[in-house]
């Protein structure tokens, strides 16, 4: 598993691992999170018009996602992934996937970094 080999190598546990390098308890990364967290962005990939979107991806992208996610549905995420997106979905996690499921968020980076 990734995150295993992230956690070897870091010496503790991945999630500990994020916090330190990042600063802060657990409580100061999620409002770091937070506060980067660009809403429009999130929301345009969901409720943009069909048509102004390219009839395919350009570049290789990924989404990983949350399942269930308030932000890409499953319809989207069918529709992105037919326009040729890389659509992974995290099952049970939340909208900080990297941050609660780590393992998981690096078992859907897998193969793609």
């Known amino acids: 598993m990734f995150a295993a080999s992230v956690a070897e190598t870091v010496g ?3 999630e500990l691992a994020i916090a ?3 600063g802060g308890t657990d409580r100061e990364v999620e409002a770091g999170a937070a506060e980067r ?5 999130a929301v345009a990939l969901e409720l943009a018009p069909r ?5 395919t991806a350009e570049i290789p992208s990924l989404v990983v996602r949350a399942e269930p996610s ?3 549905s499953k319809t989207r995420a ?7 997106f890389e659509v992974r979905s995290v099952p049970g996690a939340g909208h900080c996937i990297w941050y ?3 393992a998981e968020f ?3 980076l897998e193969g793609w970094i």
């Open 12 to 14: 503790c546990e991945p």
């Open 20 to 22: 330190h390098s990042l």
């Open 37 to 41: 967290f660009d809403v429009a962005t």
């Open 51 to 55: 048509g102004s979107q390219p009839p």
């Open 70 to 72: 308030r932000y890409v």
């Open 78 to 84: 069918a529709e992105l992934a037919a326009l040729g």
């Open 100 to 102: 609660g499921h780590f």
């Open 106 to 108: 690096m078992d859907a």
